[in-house]
C-alpha cells in the first residue's frame, strides 16, 4: 500500500513514437488529514486501554489518585493495605491465591509467547486471514484466559466471516498452537472463544458415579465432559445409539445409565428391558432388568412385547394426554440392545432380521411421547449395517474405525468441528464425543466405569432379592 502523502516517482514509460511522455499526477494528503488521522489513533488507543488492560489500568489509575490527593503517605498507605490483604488472602486460603496468580501468570504467558507470536502466521496459513501484509483483515485476539487444563482465547472476528470458518478449521489451529484439540464458541455478534487443552482431562479412568438421589431420566450421570462438568444423558424423550468398535466402552456407557436409573427401577417408576445377543455384556446384572432376551427368537418376542405394550399405551393416552410421566403403574422402559446389527443385519435367519428391524423401528418413531427409549449399541455405523440409524435422535460416537463414520454418527460437518472419534487412543476406553442439546459443537466426554465388582454390588442392593429402596446399598 502507498505510503500516505509520500510522493510517488512517476514510472518510465517507453517513449511513444511522437515524444510524448505521460506522467502519473502526484495527488498529496492534506497535512490536517495527517494529523487528524494521528490524533483518531491516539484517542482510539486510550479509549480502548481499560477494556484491554483493565487491572493494569486500574492500579496506576487509583495509585495516581492516592498521590494526588494524599500525597506520598496516601500511596504508601494504599499499596501497604494492598500488599496486607493479599497476604491475608495467601494465608486464609493458599490454593485459591496460587490457583490465582499462577493462572494469570500463565495466560499472560501464553497470550505473549504463543498466541500473539503465532497468531498471524497460523491463521494466514490456515486460510482465515488474508496475507501478512493486511493486518486490519485479522481477526484481533481480544484476550486470553487460563483454566485449570485449558486456555480461552476470546477473539473479534473481521466483518464479513463467520464462527463457521473457524470450526472448519479447528484441526489446523490446534495444531498451529500446539494443542490437542480445538473448540469454538460463539459468544455474540463478531464474537468468538477459541479453547485450547493444556492437557487430557479424560486420560485417568472415572469409577462408577455415585447414584443420584433424585433420578431425572432426562439427564442421568453417566461420565465427564472435558471440561470437568458432568456428562447427563437424556433417555426419556429419546433414544439414543452408541457407535464404536470393540473395546471401545459402549458397555460403559449403557451400565452407566443403568447404573443411574437404579432408584427408578427400585420404586417401579422405570423399567430396563435387556437384549445382549453376545451374552457377555448384560447377562452379568441381568437379576436389574424386568425382561432379558440372549437368542434371536427371545430378542424378537422381548421387542415385539415392547411394542405391544407402547401401543396399548398409546392408544390409552389417544385424545387424553400428550406426554407421559413415569409412574408405577406407567413406568418408563428402556430397551437396551447391545450389539444391534447382530439382529438387524448378521443373524442368518432372515425372518428375525426382518421382525427385529421392524420392532426396533417401530419402538423408535413411536415410542418418545409414551415413555418408551431405546438404547442401542453399534460397532459398524454403515448404511448397509444399520439403516435406523436416523430414527435414533442423540448418537454417541466412542472410537471409530474410519473418519468418515464421524458424520455417519453426530452429522454433517462434525469431524469439521472437531468430533476425532477416528483419532481416539485405543488406551482411552470410554472416550468419545457427542452432542449437546441446543449446540452444533461436538463435546469431547467420558463414559465412568462400572466394574464387574460394582454390577454385583448393584445387583445385591436393587436385585429382586433385595429389601426396597436398596437398603444393602
Ligand atoms: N469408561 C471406561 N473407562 C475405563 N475403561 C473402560 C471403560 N469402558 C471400558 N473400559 C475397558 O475397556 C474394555 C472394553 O470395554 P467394552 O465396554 O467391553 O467395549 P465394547 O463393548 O465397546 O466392545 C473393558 O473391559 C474395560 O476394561
Ligand atoms: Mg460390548
Known sequence: MAKIGAAQTPPTLPTPAQG?????????????????????????????LPFRFPVLVATVTVSFAAWWWLGWPGLAGLWATASVASLV???????????????????????????RRHWQPVLVISGLAESYQERRYLPRIR??????????????????????????????????????????EVEGPRKITLEFPRRDTLAEPLPALDLPDRVDLAALPVGACEDGSAWRLRLHGTHVLVAGVTGSGK?????????????????????????????????????????YADTGEAAVAVLETAVERMQDRAERYAGKQRSHTPTVDDPFVLVVLDEVAF???????????KRSENAIATLTSQGRSVGFAVLAALQDPRKEVMNLRNLFPDKVALRLDEASQVDMILGEGSRDRGANAHLIDPTLPGVGY?????????VRVRAAYVSDDDITTMTDAYGPDSPPGGAEW
Open 89 to 115: 488472602w495467601w494465608r486464609t486460603s493458599p490454593d485459591s491465591y496460587r490457583t490465582w496468580v499462577t493462572l494469570r501468570l500463565l495466560a499472560w504467558w501464553r497470550h505473549v509467547f504463543v498466541y
Open 434 to 442: 457427542v452432542r449437546m442439546e441446543g449446540s452444533p459443537a461436538p
Open 20 to 48: 510524448v511522455r505521460w506522467t502519473t499526477p502526484i495527488v498529496e494528503t492534506p497535512g490536517i488529514v495527517v494529523l487528524g488521522s494521528w490524533i483518531w489513533r491516539l484517542v482510539r488507543f486510550l479509549v480502548t
Open 143 to 184: 484476550r486470553v484466559t487460563c483454566s485449570e487444563w485449558a486456555d480461552r482465547v476470546r477473539v473479534a472476528l473481521v466483518a464479513g466471516t463467520s464462527p463457521a470458518d473457524f470450526e472448519t478449521r479447528v484441526a489446523e489451529l490446534a495444531h498451529g498452537f500446539g494443542a490437542p484439540s480445538c473448540r469454538v
Open 251 to 291: 458397555g460403559s456407557v449403557i451400565w452407566s445409565a443403568v447404573r443411574a436409573m437404579l432408584p427408578a427401577i427400585d420404586s417401579g417408576t422405570a423399567q430396563v428391558w435387556a437384549i445382549d445377543p453376545k451374552r457377555m455384556e448384560l447377562s452379568y446384572g441381568r437379576t436389574l432388568f424386568a425382561q
Open 343 to 353: 439382529l438387524t443385519a448378521y443373524h442368518p435367519d432372515r425372518d428375525i432380521r
